[in-house]
């Protein structure tokens, strides 16, 4: 399995996110195909053949929405998976009867396949890649040196300040001449 062919699949739409009737004519089909390639058509006759065909298209459809670990692959990806397990590549069937539980394993198979994981984390790094990112704001600085001299003028002002009656207004508190919220009061003493 190749993984950037992998990856390009992963652009796909997701097999939960197609319509149920377009999802089940995919699947409907990618099993026919899947039988026809096997000889698998040839000993039964058309009810029975239609039949099955109904059945495991209802149920693996059931079993790719329903099931977390299912619900993620594209539809895309369904024909590879078909195409690589009847090739052997895709778990260990070594018998020419395919059924339910073989196409499961298919699938099973491929969402574990190293390949595909490697695919899924490069397509996943370069959406990632992708986000805009957004510059946190940065924190407000404060300059002690402007609050040490802002409070040392303060102070100063305090001390050189004639009284003409009126009580000197001396630095409220210690915060205020640094900007801070510090409620120490001092009265210059």
Known sequence: M???YIKQMLYGK?????????ALVLINNLIVEVYIKNGL????????????????TASLY????????YKHI??????????????????????IVITYKSLLRWVEGYI?????????????AERYAAIPKVAAPKPKEIDVKESVK??????????NKKSDGDMPRGIVSIGEAFG?????????G
């Open 112 to 124: 574990t396949h190293e390949e595909r994981i490697q695919a899924v984390r490069l397509y996943n």
């Open 41 to 56: 058509h040839r000993n039964m006759t058309e009810d029975k053949f239609s039949e099955e065909i109904k059945f495991n």
């Open 150 to 159: 802002k409070a040392y003028a303060d102070y100063l002002a305090f001390i």
């Open 14 to 22: 997701p097999i939960s996110e197609t319509p149920e009737p377009e």
């Open 74 to 95: 594209r539809t895309q990806e369904l024909k590879y998976i078909f195409t690589e397990g009847m090739k052997g590549r895709l778990g260990t069937d070594k018998d």
């Open 62 to 69: 059931n079993d790719l929405v329903a099931d977390p670990s």
């Open 2 to 4: 190749e993984r950037n």
């Open 180 to 188: 801070l919220p510090i409620t120490c009061r001092d009265y210059g």
